[in-house]
């Protein structure tokens, strides 16, 4: 099977051969240190090696007790909010089978109204829950936790202890509530930041529960980090895409836009905006992430990228293998569009991307290129695993801790003083 592959598209407009070769070899450094400095933030990098948290003896249990929940539910319910929630959404939501429950989110907003219709739409159907917080200081997780908990144990008494599972650091007061009340108890890894945690069972329980192959996903990353990992390698695709991102924003390209002709794609990329956004901007740094469904986004944000400021690059997401397929017939209706008689839904797509990237490159937009084979499991545990760890590589380039969020942490400190805590 093809690897997944970056390119820089504008053919040198914006950025010499010269001056990207000469940007890489100083930041081999970086990839070096990667691997070898681990003293610097070691309470951080537990995902730095699959291995760690999802060996095969992890996996059986998550897989397990999600074949249970499986069976038995019509709704299973994920509580957690940014990265407790985000990377296993973003599988769901593109790969999900048909044939297992729904899937909800909660805790991730203090919406009555959303708490209100959600409640609502549990009635008469078997429900299970799954609450995932680090520390449970965060505040939407935990009243979102005591909504649903209330309802479990009105619904089903005693037996709401076995539809409950929770996911927390060992010895926090999630993992006393759970063994107070008999919960599963799943690990969120301590040496893991939530942004960095789909690779534990923080994202792959839930992602197991909705019939993802979590193996398969698993075993993406870990052909993903021995690639990253050959230091010896002169096209390494992580440091990569850091240098070019790096050099775009020294020539005044603040805004990077993942862009993506695939509707699957739309909660990975609020998933890889969290991890830059939460990662980079701070110290007064950081590339400001933001995301565009094409073609839809080309009728309204496609006019200002394509005539607005200089201060935006897009990094296109290219998916090779069509996934599905709808051919338009001949119609007896002459509406204008015969020209596309016979033609696929997939083929017209594709060559609307092809004519994206073509325009605004022509324009003099820096335009990057993520080739990736297929939209699979395996695939998004290569993405997962090659933007976390270029995100690693790009915050130690930019000079700031990739792993904090002090700015976060301050507006809880000001909500926490209003709700009298």
């Not at 599972?165 to 060992?170: F, K, L, R």
């Not at 009340?181 to 799943?186: A, E, H, S, T, V």
């Not at 870990?222 to 690639?227: G, P, Q, W």
């Not at 760890?389 to 003083?417: R, T």
Request: aromatic share 14%; net charge negative; charged share 25%.
């Amino acid at each position: 099977m093809s690897k997944m592959d970056f390119a820089y598209m504008d053919a040198g407009r914006h950025i010499t051969a010269e001056e990207y070769e000469q940007a890489y070899a100083e930041n081999r450094k970086f990839l070096e240190e990667a691997y070898t400095d681990s003293e610097r933030y070691k309470d951080s990098l537990g995902w730095l090696e699959p291995e760690e948290w999802v060996g095969e003896e992890a996996l059986d249990r998550i897989v397990k007790k999600a074949e249970q929940v499986r069976r038995d539910a019509d709704v299973f319910v994920l509580v957690g909010v940014g990265g407790s929630n985000q990377a296993a959404r973003a599988v769901i939501k593109a790969l999900q089978m048909e044939d297992g429950p729904e899937i909800l989110y909660a805790g991730n907003n203090i919406s009555a109204h959303y708490v209100n219709k959600m409640l609502s739409s549990l009635e008469g159907k078997s429900v299970y829950i799954n609450v995932i917080a680090k520390n449970f200081e965060t505040l939407e997780p935990g009243i979102g936790f005591r909504v649903l908990r209330s309802w479990q144990e009105g619904r089903y008494g005693k037996e709401a202890n076995s539809r409950i599972a929770v996911t927390g650091t060992t010895g926090s007061r999630l993992h006393e509530i759970a063994r107070e009340n008999g919960y599963d108890f799943f690990v969120f890894p301590d040496n893991i930041g939530g942004r960095y945690s789909v690779l534990s069972d923080v994202g792959l329980y839930p992602m197991a529960v909705a019939g993802i192959d979590v193996r398969a996903l698993v075993q993406g990353a870990r052909d993903m980090k021995a690639e990253l990992s050959d230091r010896e390698s002169e096209d390494n695709i992580a440091l990569k895409y850091a240098t070019y991102r790096k050099l775009l924003l020294e020539k005044g390209y603040a805004i990077e836009m993942m862009a993506f002709f695939e509707p699957q794609l739309h909660y990975f990329s609020k998933w890889w905006i969290q991890l830059f956004a939460e990662s980079e901007g701070k110290q007064g740094k950081g590339i400001y992430p933001v995301s565009v469904s094409y073609s839809e986004d080309l009728h309204s944000v496609g006019q200002y990228v394509q005539e607005g400021q200089p201060i935006i690059f897009e990094t296109f997401l290219d998916v090779e293998k069509q996934n599905a397929s709808i051919v338009l017939e001949a119609d007896h209706v002459d509406d204008g569009f015969g020209y596309l008689d016979g033609k696929d839904f997939w083929e017209i797509n594709r060559a609307a991307f092809e004519a994206t990237i073509g325009a605004h490159s022509d324009s003099g937009i820096p335009c990057l290129k993520l080739t990736v084979p297929e939209i699979s499991e395996y695939y998004f545990g290569q993405m997962f695993y090659m933007f976390e760890f270029a995100c690693y590589l790009s915050g130690s380039i930019l000079g700031i801790n990739p792993f904090d969020q002090p700015g976060v942490e301050n507006y809880k400190g000001y909500m926490f003083s209003r709700l009298g805590k």
